[in-house]
């Protein structure tokens, strides 16, 4: 059972109504660390908290601030999903994600008194989407990412459009599953599970290979060949600056 407190905030970002939660341990040491977890899309207009209890009993064993941002509802697709690299989507209104997530955890980070080199960001199929987005664009917050089930980008067929570069060196551990049929292992191009066929989904490669450069690591060994994976199952790259970049299959 929980011992520290659940609180959800509601407030007003450039025109749009968010929503996040924060749980706080019992015992928090002075200057903790803070977890970002983004959640998958989900449909309807209803709040989920996912995996709640799960992270709640994580902080409680290692006293740390744990924050889910809610993702705007899309009434277009009835779906709540981010604003990640999945170039093509349409939102009705922007909902400036990024933007969003920079101005909670500088908010967070003075309200609770968190430790700045110890901020990290997690999140699953197109949170993990977005949590590739996080490394890039806020990565002069945020220490590490973790993208589970979701690739670097989707964009359109034929399209060269690459990210930017990182704002700052960022550890990173990638983990996707070869039978993922979401978001395909290896990329697919058209991509059709989310009714996208005028997309073309990113293997697992380009991310890894993307944060290999932004870090100045060793090259990595391909993760498919001919859109099947290889033999490999886990990477762990050498890196300066401290810096870590895995992925696990």
């Not at 407190?5 to 968010?18: E, K, M, T």
């Not at 939660?21 to 989900?42: C, D, E, K, N, Q």
Request: aromatic content about 10%.
């Amino acid at each position: 059972t929980p011992t520290g407190q659940f609180v959800q905030r509601n407030l007003v970002w450039r025109g749009i109504a968010r929503t996040y939660g924060v749980y706080v341990p019992r015992h928090l040491p002075a200057h903790p660390s803070m977890l970002i977890y983004l959640h998958g899309t989900f449909t309807g207009t209803a709040v989920t908290w996912q995996f709640q209890q799960r992270w709640e009993a994580l902080a409680d064993g290692d006293p740390r601030i744990i924050v889910w941002p809610i993702a705007s509802y899309e009434p277009r697709a009835g779906q709540r999903y981010w604003q990640a690299y999945a170039l093509g989507f349409s939102f009705t209104r922007m909902p400036d994600d990024a933007g969003f997530l920079r101005y909670l955890i500088s908010r967070l980070t003075v309200q609770y008194a968190v430790d700045p080199r110890r901020i990290f960001v997690t999140g699953l199929s197109s949170g993990g989407m977005m949590t590739h987005r996080v490394g890039v664009e806020l990565s002069d917050l945020v220490a590490a990412i973790v993208p589970v089930a979701g690739q670097l980008s989707m964009i359109p067929l034929n399209s060269h459009w690459t990210p930017s570069r990182a704002r700052s060196h960022i550890s990173v551990f990638e983990q996707h599953g070869d039978e993922d049929r979401d978001l395909e292992y290896c990329g697919q191009s058209p991509h059709e599970q989310w009714r996208e066929p005028h997309m073309s989904l990113a293997g697992v490669d380009a991310g890894i290979r993307y944060w290999a450069a932004e870090n100045g690591c060793s090259v990595p060994p391909s993760l498919c060949s001919g859109g099947v994976p290889t033999s490999v199952q886990n990477i762990d790259l050498k890196c300066p600056h401290g810096i870590e970049v895995e992925f696990e299959r």
